[in-house]
């Protein structure tokens, strides 16, 4: 069994629909996939944090099942957990939301298993996901690729949390998970959690680019992260395209390699609309 977690509120619906049809069709049939999503309702600060409705997991199931009937979609309400450790905490206001906080719940929702791949839903596999599934992370808390921009601009082993592979047995006996919520608690971070994280570490393995390329496609990448990049031309500015922004995807990079999986996305939400 792969087991995944993604995160958020509604709005990533589409992430995670792109990002799993890509691990799924990336990855050669045989094993079943867990996609775990975290997801809360947070309506009191803003009206657009609402839960990942269950219509939109009975179809990502649906979806999933079409590749492996073993395979499954489980939606964790993590309100009450938030409320109780983050509510009115200094990192409410973070950088991207507060959904970027609830991946630091992974060890106390009982049903996670011990080994287990976080993804921000703006990802796509370009290969088989076992290739970084299947890497050894048993002597460390987790697995993590350095951060593009970070590694020039704040250290040269400065990871990127978009993409990290957890050893949850090592993590929870070692307290990763609670060490970072205490500073969530009581300190205002630059990154939030990812800044929580770091701090936190006791141990890690720094992974290849290729498992978390946040600027480039190559053949050898595995996963293509669709973060805010940095252009040069025609003047120097950020673009924060994503990857289910399918004509910005061609336009802007230039990519055919997940056609494939876009024909089907298009297709699948194209058919979810429908039943709205």
């Known amino acids: 069994m792969v087991n995944i977690l993604f995160c958020g509120n509604e709005g990533v619906f589409d992430g995670v629909l792109t990002a799993a049809l890509s691990i799924l069709m990336r990855t050669p049939p045989g094993e079943p996939f867990t996609f775990y999503l975290f997801t809360m309702d947070l309506t009191r600060l803003d009206p657009r944090y609402t839960?990942?409705?269950?219509?939109?997991?009975s179809f990502?199931?649906?979806?999933?099942?079409?590749?492996?009937?073993?395979s499954a979609v489980v939606p964790v309400d993590v309100t009450g957990l938030y409320e109780r450790e983050f509510g009115g905490c200094p990192n409410e206001g973070a950088y991207c939301s507060p959904y970027t906080?609830?991946?630091?719940?992974?060890?106390?929702?009982?049903?996670?298993?011990?080994?287990?791949l976080y993804l921000d839903a703006d990802v796509?596999?370009?290969?088989?996901?076992?290739?970084?599934?299947?890497?050894?992370?048993?002597?460390?808390?987790?697995?993590?690729?350095?951060?593009?921009?970070?590694?020039?601009?704040?250290?040269?082993?400065?990871?990127?949390a978009g993409v990290l592979l957890f050893n949850m047995k090592k993590a929870r006996e070692t307290g990763l998970f609670g060490k970072a919520r205490a500073l969530i608690k009581t300190k205002?971070?630059?990154?939030?959690?990812?800044?929580?994280?770091?701090?936190?570490?006791?141990?890690?393995?720094?992974?290849?680019?290729?498992?978390?390329?946040?600027?480039?496609?190559?053949?050898?990448?595995?996963?293509?992260?669709?973060?805010?990049?940095?252009?040069?031309?025609?003047?120097?500015?950020?673009?924060?395209?994503?990857?289910?922004?399918?004509?910005?995807?061609?336009?802007?990079?230039?990519?055919?390699?997940?056609?494939?999986?876009?024909?089907?996305?298009l297709a699948l939400r194209a058919a979810y609309q429908s039943e709205e």
């Open 51 to 57: 839960p990942i409705p269950p219509r939109a997991v």
């Open 188 to 265: 205002k971070l630059v990154f939030a959690d990812q800044s929580a994280l770091i701090r936190s570490t006791t141990s890690r393995k720094v992974l290849p680019q290729r498992f978390n390329d946040q600027k480039f496609l190559h053949r050898h990448t595995v996963v293509r992260h669709f973060s805010k990049r940095l252009f040069y031309l025609p003047y120097p500015h950020t673009e924060n395209v994503k990857q289910w922004q399918v004509e910005k995807v061609h336009s802007l990079f230039g990519y055919t390699a997940f056609d494939d999986v876009y024909e089907k996305y």
């Open 60 to 70: 990502l199931e649906r979806v999933v099942k079409q590749f492996d009937a073993r």
């Open 124 to 160: 796509m596999f370009n290969r088989d996901a076992h290739l970084l599934y299947d890497i050894d992370v048993s002597g460390v808390e987790y697995a993590a690729a350095r951060d593009h921009y970070g590694k020039y601009l704040i250290h040269p082993n400065y990871i990127n």
């Open 101 to 116: 906080l609830i991946r630091l719940f992974a060890d106390i929702v009982p049903q996670i298993p011990d080994k287990l």
